[in-house]
């Protein structure tokens, strides 16, 4: 079975600095997705970013960027710039190639942002 | 384009009820998925819906149980509520189209059983 790992439980950054979430999976699977989820005090899970495990490149928006190391099962998350509004839970998750939609996260992170 | 609802927002039970919640997905939507999301388990599968038909189930008691209907709404049920049933239960619905559709999420409803 896959498994996410979120090691920092809690981080916090600076207004308008960078900060580097961090995430591992384990999988037996080539082919995958990943992504990241915001959860804000309203509770909707938002969609930050996401990544094709076949896609050598980086995904990026906006301020948003990852680190995909394909071979070390990891998946970064940087936020650049932090602004107030990105103080959140954060969520990694990962997704089979299968027919399946369903999700594997991780156990968060709580991202505080301080002025 | 409205996003995913779900009803209701809150809701307070005893031990032993049963309850339904509900879920509409954004237009066009045909999948479904179900999420438990609790402090110290964080979040877990529940199932998956397309088309009415049960796709995938996560590793839960036969105490839950879904559907969808032919409009792609989404109701799931847990009958004899125990205390460890209070939980942030969130909706997600896709496009289900090739490559890695996204998962748009509701609200939650946040259910506590006392």
């Known amino acids: 079975a896959q498994t996410v790992t979120q090691s920092q439980p809690e981080m916090s950054v600076q207004e308008a600095e960078t900060v580097t979430l961090s995430c591992t999976y384990d999988?037996?699977?080539?082919?995958?997705?990943l992504f990241w989820y915001k959860q804000p005090p309203s509770r909707q899970m938002i969609l930050v970013i996401r990544q094709e495990a076949y896609k050598q490149q980086n995904a990026t928006e906006n301020r948003f960027s990852v680190n995909f190391q394909k071979a070390a099962k990891s998946f970064s998350l940087k936020i650049s710039d932090s602004q107030l509004g990105d103080a959140a839970m954060y969520f990694c998750a990962y997704r089979g190639q299968g027919g399946s939609e369903k999700l594997v996260f991780g156990k968060g992170t709580k991202l505080t942002v301080n002025p | 384009k409205a996003g995913v609802t779900q009803t209701p927002r809150y809701l307070i039970k005893t031990r032993g009820q049963q309850v339904t919640l509900s879920c509409s997905p954004i237009?066009?939507?045909?999948?479904v998925s179900w999420y438990q999301q609790t402090p110290g388990q964080g979040l877990q599968f529940l199932f998956e819906y397309f088309s009415e038909t049960q796709r995938n189930k996560g590793n839960f008691p036969g105490r839950f149980s879904g559907r969808q209907f032919s409009n792609s709404r989404s109701e799931m049920n847990v009958s004899t509520l125990e205390l460890g049933d209070s939980a942030l239960y969130l909706c997600?619905?896709?496009?289900?189209?090739?490559?890695?559709?996204?998962?748009?999420f509701g609200n939650g409803t946040r259910l506590t059983v006392t």
């Open positions: 999988t037996s699977e080539s082919d995958y997705y």
């Open positions: 237009s066009g939507h045909r999948s």
């Open positions: 997600a619905s896709s496009y289900r189209g090739e490559g890695a559709s996204p998962l748009h």
